[in-house]
């Protein structure tokens, strides 16, 4: 294929089952579903964790987390570790940050040419407070996400706003600068990432009467699993809620998505403006999904497919129009994609496929992992991805097993049917062909208990507090 510049957009926390193009039957995405329809949506793609830090150190280095070893949002990446931004800096392209890395900090090297206007974790170290696995800690600052939904403007509305702006400001200067080898731009915005606040004229199109009630949501219904119960003790995000609230946080995040998609149509405008866009090819993704009240739990961290799973698009001169990819996808994928869209050749040793032959319908035969050691949970998570199921494997606790081909919104959990024995057995078997989930849970585990002693331990670390949401560049953490 011709080597070409490469534009990727990222979001942070979309839910993929938010996007017109993806059968929401409210939400307004009219620039995605534009860029969709002129590329490749992949329909079944996944982070490899669900949460912001090491989800973002995967899409770097292109492997999962277990191989990284960029545990939890107390871990972030650091430039140690080879990432698709230092192989292309290094062969001489241009490689360009704006926006939200959530890195570890400026003063390393993370490969990138130039970081324009980008948010690193809170203070150099992240959220220690994610440290503490054992005796989970209640979060004080989770009030924050009930309780700054609704219409307004926040620092993360007018930070995107101004990562736009950059944007389009870098296309034009790349236009003129006519370079003789494609470049990337990495654009990374922070909605739809609480707080749920938005401009007025997106939160109007979205009046929270006409907003329908999240799945499972009511006590009576919710499932009972010990892992969810863990999360949602310590990010008690739904005891601030009530019947209004979890309507008016709802339509906040519809309006951050189509805050987002203006943005991103912003962007695309000036990338056709300017005549780059016969000549860059564009992919659209999120670090990893929300909950949005489904089963009682907001934010990440689980392994459902509102969380685990994330939007994918690639579109541009080389990919067939409205091709609809149901072969399930990774996040390890786009270090190979990137490496092959500027012309170079992918690393053997990382385990991803190319987005481009997975969109002319090669399908490489592979299972999809994700896993979870993370803020808020006590026992490791491994997801494994098994042609139609879905297996989910806890180090302390019960499995659960989906049917996603009769049952996409993972509403029966097949584990304790006799039935499907086998195949849980088989399931288990291909994900310990991959990994040993007791020593990984081990390293992980080994690994955070070295940070808490090196941050004061566990009440210097709760004391420290909880702050909720990474603020933008310029803006001091709110603990609590």
Same mark, same amino acid.
């Given at each position: 294929?011709?080597?070409?510049?490469?534009?990727?957009?990222?979001?942070?926390?979309?839910?993929?089952?938010?996007?017109?193009?993806?059968?929401?039957?409210?939400?307004?995405?009219?620039?995605?579903?534009?860029?969709?329809?002129?590329?490749?949506?992949?329909?079944?793609?996944?982070?490899?964790?669900?949460?912001?830090?090491?989800?973002?150190?995967?899409?770097?280095?292109?492997?999962?987390?277990?191989?990284?070893?960029?545990?939890?949002?107390?871990?972030?990446?650091?430039?140690?570790?080879?990432?698709?931004?230092?192989?292309?800096?290094?062969?001489?392209?241009?490689?360009?940050?704006?926006?939200?890395?959530?890195?570890?900090?400026?003063?390393?090297?993370?490969?990138?040419?130039?970081?324009?206007?980008?948010?690193?974790?809170?203070?150099?170290?992240?959220?220690?407070?994610?440290?503490?696995?054992?005796?989970?800690?209640?979060?004080?600052?989770?009030?924050?996400?009930?309780?700054?939904?609704?219409?307004?403007?926040?620092?993360?509305?007018?930070?995107?706003?101004?990562?736009?702006?950059?944007?389009?400001?870098?296309?034009?200067?790349?236009?003129?600068?006519?370079?003789?080898?494609?470049?990337?731009?990495?654009?990374?915005?922070?909605?739809?990432?609480?707080?749920?606040?938005?401009?007025?004229?997106?939160?109007?199109?979205?009046?929270?009467?006409?907003?329908?009630?999240?799945?499972?949501?009511?006590?009576?219904?919710?499932?009972?699993?010990?892992?969810?119960?863990?999360?949602?003790?310590?990010?008690?995000?739904?005891?601030?809620?009530?019947?209004?609230?979890?309507?008016?946080?709802?339509?906040?995040?519809?309006?951050?998505?189509?805050?987002?998609?203006?943005?991103?149509?912003?962007?695309?405008?000036?990338?056709?403006?300017?005549?780059?866009?016969?000549?860059?090819?564009?992919?659209?993704?999120?670090?990893?999904?929300?909950?949005?009240?489904?089963?009682?739990?907001?934010?990440?961290?689980?392994?459902?497919?509102?969380?685990?799973?994330?939007?994918?698009?690639?579109?541009?001169?080389?990919?067939?129009?409205?091709?609809? *990819?149901?072969?399930?996808?990774?996040?390890? +994928? $786009?270090?190979?994609?990137?490496? !092959?869209?500027?012309? #170079? &050749?992918? %690393?053997?040793?990382?385990?991803?496929?190319?987005?481009?032959?997975?969109?002319?319908?090669?399908?490489?035969?592979?299972?999809?992992?994700?896993?979870?050691?993370?803020?808020?949970?006590?026992?490791?998570?491994?997801?494994?991805?098994?042609?139609?199921?879905?297996?989910?494997?806890? *180090?302390?606790?019960?499995?659960?097993?989906? +049917? $996603?081909?009769?049952?996409?919104? !993972?509403?029966?959990? #097949? &584990?304790? %049917?006799?039935?499907?024995?086998?195949?849980?057995?088989?399931?288990?078997?291909?994900?310990?062909?991959?990994?040993?989930?007791?020593?990984?849970?081990?390293?992980?585990?080994?690994?955070?208990?070295?940070?808490?002693?090196?941050?004061?331990?566990?009440?210097?670390?709760?004391?420290?507090?909880?702050?909720?949401?990474?603020?933008?560049?310029?803006?001091?953490?709110?603990?609590?």
């Amino acid at each position: 294929m011709t080597a070409r510049n490469l534009l990727i957009l990222m979001s942070d926390e979309h839910n993929p089952k938010v996007l017109q193009a993806a059968g929401h039957p409210l939400v307004k995405t009219p620039h995605l579903d534009a860029l969709a329809a002129r590329g490749a949506r992949f329909t079944t793609a996944y982070c490899t964790t669900p949460v912001c830090v090491p989800a973002r150190a995967s899409f770097a280095t292109g492997l999962y987390v277990h191989q990284h070893g960029y545990w939890d949002n107390a871990d972030p990446y650091d430039g140690r570790v080879p990432s698709w931004h230092h192989v292309l800096r290094a062969n001489g392209h241009n490689v360009a940050a704006i926006g939200k890395l959530h890195f570890r900090s400026h003063a390393d090297d993370h490969g990138f040419s130039e970081e324009i206007a980008t948010m690193h974790v809170v203070e150099a170290v992240g959220d220690l407070l994610g440290l503490v696995r054992d005796e989970l800690p209640t979060r004080q600052g989770s009030w924050k996400m009930a309780g700054m939904a609704g219409p307004g403007l926040s620092p993360y509305n007018m930070y995107d706003l101004d990562i736009t702006g950059r944007a389009i400001a870098w296309l034009k200067q790349a236009a003129d600068a006519r370079s003789t080898k494609p470049w990337v731009l990495f654009v990374s915005f922070v909605a739809p990432h609480f707080p749920l606040k938005v401009p007025h004229e997106f939160y109007d199109l979205y009046p929270p009467d006409r907003i329908p009630w999240p799945k499972l949501y009511d006590r009576a219904v919710r499932p009972e699993h010990p892992f969810l119960t863990d999360y949602a003790r310590s990010f008690n995000y739904d005891d601030h809620f009530d019947d209004r609230t979890v309507r008016v946080a709802l339509a906040g995040y519809l309006g951050l998505v189509s805050f987002l998609d203006h943005n991103i149509g912003r962007i695309l405008t000036a990338l056709a403006e300017t005549g780059l866009a016969t000549d860059t090819n564009v992919i659209y993704t999120s670090d990893h999904g929300d909950n949005l009240g489904a089963r009682g739990l907001w934010g990440k961290s689980t392994l459902y497919e509102e969380s685990v799973g994330v939007p994918l698009i690639l579109a541009g001169p080389d990919i067939r129009s409205g091709v609809v *990819v149901p072969t399930p996808a990774s996040h390890v +994928d $786009l270090h190979p994609t990137i490496l !092959e869209a500027v012309g #170079l &050749a992918r %690393d053997a040793a990382l385990p991803g496929h190319s987005l481009f032959e997975l969109a002319e319908g090669v399908t490489p035969g592979r299972d999809i992992l994700a896993e979870y050691h993370g803020m808020g949970s006590r026992t490791a998570a491994y997801m494994i991805r098994c042609g139609r199921y879905k297996y989910v494997h806890y *180090v302390l606790y019960r499995p659960q097993l989906f +049917d $996603l081909a009769v049952d996409p919104e !993972e509403l029966h959990d #097949l &584990a304790g %049917d006799p039935a499907h024995a086998p195949v849980l057995a088989d399931c288990d078997r291909r994900l310990r062909s991959w990994l040993d989930p007791e020593a990984v849970d081990r390293a992980a585990r080994t690994r955070q208990h070295e940070q808490l002693r090196r941050h004061g331990g566990r009440e210097a670390v709760i004391a420290r507090g909880d702050f909720g949401f990474s603020p933008p560049p310029g803006i001091p953490a709110d603990f609590n």
